[in-house]
């Protein structure tokens, strides 16, 4: 049987990626990470559209000559469609949908945040459906049962902040820089995670998150002490943060585990390259006997190879888009009741 070629497109926030498979293979895919937002301590969504118009056709081209195929070899699109920023979605959905178009392929209009759930098994021909997934980004805090593909309820969710906004908003505070998430996970390798103990949200009866008094602690915290302080003691404070959004990820994660009697817990999105949330998920998930799966470092944060791989599911089971499909800026999971 031939196995369709997909070509993989992702342009939601600030990296520029493309990813081609065969059937479920991965073939070759690149991420272009945009460093001109750096000096703005955030994105800022005008510059990454237009970073997306600069790099996507470099990007797809790469991918092709690596992976030596022609534009001609490929069989079908799957492009982000949402959640993202509009003008970033806006110019990989139009390229896809010329390419769909110049090429008389199907285009398959993907959800980001499915992409994130399932980079887990890029690769694999089967999906170990059910599990619970914590989906961790910059934008989405949950606790999700998927029980198939594309059946999902959702358990938990954050009430204010996600937690890698609470990353980047502490690495703010810290002086940090951007991006917060993965500099605070850096220096807090070298700070004590006991040095100060940060208060945990909770909510009786509820798997929902709150990270914005965290962030308001962090705050009062850092105004109480002198800047010499702050600044010969930033790995302690890092890593101290760092372990109380640690901590109550997992402890939520795997109690709702518990709760639902799942044996398989998923980790998806940027947040779950956390190097203390993975060592903290694999140790409490062993204890129990809990199969854990963590996504690959590259798969963790945003890239087009999870929007191809859901590509290759969606194509199995679904009809294409149409051409004329929209960008959806707030385009949520669909969970059933
Ligand atoms: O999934 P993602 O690439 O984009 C969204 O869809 O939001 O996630 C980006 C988020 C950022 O907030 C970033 O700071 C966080 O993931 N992040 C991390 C780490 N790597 C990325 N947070 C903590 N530790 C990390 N190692
Ligand atoms: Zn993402």
Known sequence: MHEPVILGIETSCDETAAALFRGHELLHHITATQLVHTAYGGVVPEYASREHNKLLGPVIKGVLEQAEFNLQDIDSIAVTQGPGLAGALLVGLSYAKGLALGLDIPLYGINHIEGHIFANFIGQSELPTPFLCLLVSGGHTQLIHVESIHTYKLIGQTRDDAAGEAFDKVARLLGIGYPGGPLIDRISRDGSRNFHHFPRSSFPESYDFSFSGLKTNVLQYIRKQNAGFIHSHLPDIAASFQE??????????????????????????????????????????????????????????????????????????????????????????????
């Open 244 to 337: 109380a959004v640690v901590d109550v990820l997992s402890k939520q994660t795997m109690q709702a585990a518990r709760d639902l009697g799942l044996d398989r817990i998923v980790l998806a999105g940027g947040v779950a390259a956390n190097s203390r949330l993975r060592e903290r998920m694999s140790e409490l998930t062993q204890d129990e006997s809990i199969e854990l799966f963590q996504p690959d470092l590259r798969y963790c944060t945003d890239n087009a190879a999870m929007i191809a791989f859901m590509g290759y599911w969606r194509a199995l089971v679904d009809e294409p888009d149409q051409l004329n499909i929209a960008a959806f800026p707030n385009l949520k999971l669909s969970f059933g009741v």
